[in-house]
């Protein structure tokens, strides 16, 4: 009998996970240890302890900035938006140029409907990292909310630049050319972000 590929998949993560804890036990005090046992917890879903162990790296070496990143990340993924931000702005602190941190507190400012500072951080992302496709689309959202109607369609253009099936890009910009009233434009990556499968039917009034 043939194994599915997930299930091998998810045989060598609990064996990695396993070898990890198991190193742990005789260096306690591996901030890389801790910092790959948390993304493997990361991977399993197990998002609590994968918080735990990331902050068990920073414990052991405050100066690892991508654990601060990632656990910004799992913290957005439980919805403790604060404590997402100030993860990722530990991180920046002690480098400036990580992408991903500044593209994750965008995307924590946008949901908390800060637009101003979404742009902010946003912009600060795809300065470092042009082709980052979350921080284009935080970017596309926030300058949406905003009221910058033609740089919301310009960051939703640079996605599709680079990724031409972008579902996500598709709609945002048929949503952002609706309102500079480019009917026929938005009708054609409306329908293109539908047959990409975007969930058009849970967002009301984009009947274009």
Do not use: W
Not at 22 to 39: D, I, K, M, T, V
Not at 67 to 96: H, S, T, W
Not at 181 to 190: I, N, V
Request: aromatic share 8%; proline share 3%.
């Amino acid at each position: 009998m043939v194994k599915k590929a997930d299930t091998v998949d998810k045989e060598k993560l609990s064996l990695y996970i396993k070898f990890l804890k198991q190193r742990l036990f005789f260096e306690p005090h591996s901030a890389a240890l801790h910092y790959n046992l948390g993304l493997a917890y990361s991977q399993r879903g197990q998002v609590d302890e994968a918080i735990s162990e990331l902050k068990q790296a920073i414990e052991c070496d405050p100066a690892l900035a991508q654990a601060y990143v990632n656990m910004g990340g799992l913290l957005f993924k439980k919805g403790e938006l604060d404590q997402c931000i100030e993860a990722n702005r530990k991180a920046i602190a002690l480098d400036p140029n990580l992408p991903m941190a500044h593209s994750n507190l965008g995307l924590a400012y946008l949901t908390k409907g800060d637009y101003e500072a979404a742009i902010e951080s946003s912009e600060k992302a795809v300065g470092i990292m042009p082709n980052l496709v979350q921080a284009q689309n935080n970017l596309a959202l926030a300058y949406l909310q905003a009221g910058r109607t033609e740089a919301s369609i310009a960051a939703s253009q640079k996605i599709l630049s680079f990724n031409e099936n972008s579902p996500s890009a598709h709609y945002n910009l048929a949503v952002a050319l609706r309102m500079v009233g480019k009917t026929e434009e938005a009708r054609e990556h409306f329908e293109r972000a539908k047959v990409l499968g975007y969930p058009v039917d849970e967002a009301a009034g984009m009947e274009v």
